[in-house]
């Protein structure tokens, strides 16, 4: 079944040539459906912060949207932004200690759940054994597990929980959640909606943008050794060396510059420090995506946040099938996306579309080379 079939199976033959609904048409359904689902479980009627865990502090795009949605969906819709962020350590450490008593915890969203990614999962079932009588959310994510063995540890640590709610953004995950978990099981979209449609950042300077995976889910491999004049790869998995230093001086002259002294105090300016780190990197990945005029990705995210600018693009598949899974789930497929079986297919939409919309810029460079 190609990722065509995969991502549209039950649609009629006619919507699947030509899907009918826009860029704006998808977020603007989306984030009214984050309201409907995330509303009921996050409103406590109270004054509590929030606690947030799980921060992404690496180079990934994908995570710092996820994030930069949570925050700002939490700020739009309850009036206050999470009270507390937290992260765990390289070496799986993290702060029992500081982490508040009171109030729900909200967990991180994306697509560690299972044990491609042990360190995070490990985390989320030492929090499921530690706050037992806390509500706590995970937000969605997508689950894979390779060995059963990891699916029967995590369903011990869910069935100790007295209150624990589990967000998943595709049929897959959804279905094993509720097959293997006795907890209260959601579909729910990626909390990068909550950012809304974006804008792009500067006019594109070249045609094509080949965004494609370098880390464990990477399954795509590269035509050759040069692309035609005007297109460029990259992954966005790379960061500037001093990337922390200026997160954490944004952060200080925003609690300096304010008016509140409660933006003095050591959990928000941490809350500030993470914002700042996450919106350079989201910044560093709307450049990126915002340089071509159509993009060719494998990254979940290379496909929403084009969505969320209205970049037109081809989806290929990582290892796992997870855009597929989360286009069916949630019908995000717009009139500016092709879905591609393989790079040669995607290759060929991008030629098809520049073909359709007025040919390759005159840039006046040599051809892009592989990495």
């Keep these: 079944m190609t990722l065509l079939d995969r991502a549209t199976a039950g649609r009629t033959d006619t919507h699947r040539r030509a899907p009918r609904q826009t860029h704006a048409d998808v977020v603007h359904r989306l984030c009214a459906m984050l309201d409907r689902i995330l509303l009921p479980l ?13 921060f992404p502090d690496h180079a990934n795009v994908g995570d710092s949207a996820i994030y930069a949605g949570e925050v700002a969906w939490l700020r739009e819709k ?10 765990v350590d390289a070496d799986g450490g993290w702060d029992r200690a500081a982490i508040p008593t009171s109030g729900p915890i909200l967990l991180h969203g994306g697509g560690n759940f299972g044990d491609i990614y042990p360190r995070h999962q490990n985390f989320r079932e030492e929090l499921l054994g530690t ?7 995970q937000l969605p994510q997508s689950i894979h597990f390779g060995d059963a063995g990891g699916v029967d540890r995590t369903a011990a640590s869910i069935a100790n929980h007295r209150d624990f709610t589990l967000l998943t953004r595709d049929h897959e995950s959804h279905a094993l959640a509720h097959r293997h978990f006795d907890c209260r099981v959601e579909m729910c979209p990626d909390m990068a909606f909550g950012l809304g449609t974006l804008q792009r950042p500067a006019p594109p300077v070249r ?10 889910e ?14 460029h790869v990259a992954d966005w998995m790379g960061e500037p060396a001093d990337v922390h230093a200026r997160a954490l001086r944004s952060a200080r002259t925003l609690a300096l510059r304010s008016a509140n002294p409660l933006d003095l105090r050591r959990r928000a300016r941490r809350v500030a420090y993470y914002d700042a780190l996450a919106q350079q990197r989201i910044d560093r990945g709307l450049r990126l995506l915002g340089s071509a005029r159509f993009v060719i990705t494998d990254r979940l995210h290379g496909h929403i946040l084009c969505t969320l ?21 949630f019908d995000t497929v717009w ?27 005159q840039t006046g460079k040599g051809p892009d080379r592989w990495a």
């Excluded at 045609?207 to 464990?216: A, E, F, G, I, N």
Aim: aromatic content about 6%; hydrophobic content about 40%; overall charge neutral.
């Design 42 to 54: 996050v409103w406590t009627g109270t004054s509590r912060d929030h606690t947030l865990l799980d």
């Design 78 to 87: 309850t009036g206050r932004g999470p009270g507390f962020v937290g992260k």
């Design 131 to 137: 706050f037992r009588d806390r509500p706590l959310v």
């Design 207 to 216: 045609d094509v943008l080949l965004l494609l995976r370098t880390d464990v």
């Design 218 to 231: 990477r399954v795509t491999e590269c035509p050759g050794p040069v692309l035609p004049t005007g297109w």
């Design 309 to 329: 600018m209205g970049i037109p693009h081809a989806v290929l598949d990582n290892s796992y099938g997870k855009i597929a899974r989360f286009a069916r789930a």
């Design 335 to 361: 009139d500016g996306v092709a879905l591609a079986d393989g790079l040669t297919e995607a290759i060929g939409a991008a030629e098809d579309w520049l073909a359709r919309n007025g040919g390759a810029l």
